[in-house]
């Protein structure tokens, strides 16, 4: 198995663009999982989805944010306009829900914003 | 509030030492608890978990212990390694939060040869 695809890797942009994160889970999984990572805020989870649903986006930082997940094999985190305190590492994450709660990470994009 | 903290930002052994890391948390709700390792430029992948039933489970050269009457969780890693470097994650799930897990702010484990 691939593992949890992201992409890009690196992004760099300037403020006010957009930006579209993207990510596979793995085939399978059911459970999908958007996480910023930042040395100030540590590993916080932004939003997740339970069969393509979104379940919890209380951790989405502002309307700035949004995600979608419009089937089971592909999921965007959008960031528009950006803002230079968007800058961090991306993570998503996958699991089988029915199978206990460990979730695979992918490799992360890490997001600049000048 | 909900909180999942380490006692020890930083951690360095000799090369062939256990090591031990801590951490505590204070939701008494939740039911599964994960430990995670990060390397550097890397996910966070999955090491070993345990669920609240549960006080002690064992991998390989790793063990995790669980004392829900202090909420305070452990990672023993036997005979460290210099691939053992990293930074190392608890995470705990809230019961009925679905798959949420509530991460701490890491512990970093330098090992020396």
């Known amino acids: 198995d691939a593992g949890v695809i992201q992409s890009p890797r690196h992004e760099v942009t300037e403020m006010g663009q957009e930006v579209t994160l993207r990510c596979k889970p793995i085939s399978g999984h059911n459970s999908l999982f958007w996480y910023r990572q930042t040395m100030m805020r540590g590993l916080e989870l932004l939003i997740y989805?339970?069969?393509?649903?979104?379940?919890?986006d209380s951790g989405m930082p502002e309307d700035r944010f949004s995600a979608k997940m419009p089937n089971a094999s592909f999921s965007t985190l959008k960031i528009q306009p950006s803002e230079p305190r968007d800058s961090a590492v991306y993570f998503c994450?996958?699991?089988?829900?029915?199978?206990?709660?460990?979730?695979?990470f992918g490799p992360g994009t890490r997001l600049t914003v000048t | 509030g909900e909180s999942v903290g380490l006692h020890l930002p930083t951690l360095s052994v000799q090369e062939g030492d256990n090591s031990i890391i801590n951490c505590a948390y204070s939701?008494?709700?939740?039911?599964?608890f994960i430990w995670y390792k990060q390397e550097s430029g890397k996910g966070p992948q999955f090491i070993i978990d345990i669920r609240s039933n549960m006080d002690k489970r064992q991998g390989q050269r790793v063990t995790v212990l669980l004392n829900k009457t202090v909420k305070h969780l452990s990672l023993q890693i036997a005979a460290t390694q210099p691939g053992d470097s990293a930074v190392y994650f608890c995470a705990e799930n809230p019961y009925n939060q679905g798959g949420k897990l509530i991460f701490g702010q890491g512990t970093e484990l330098s090992v020396k040869p």
């Open positions: 994450a996958s699991s089988l829900l029915t199978s206990g709660n460990e979730q695979y």
């Open positions: 939701n008494s709700a939740s039911d599964y």
């Open positions: 989805f339970n069969n393509n649903v979104p379940i919890d």
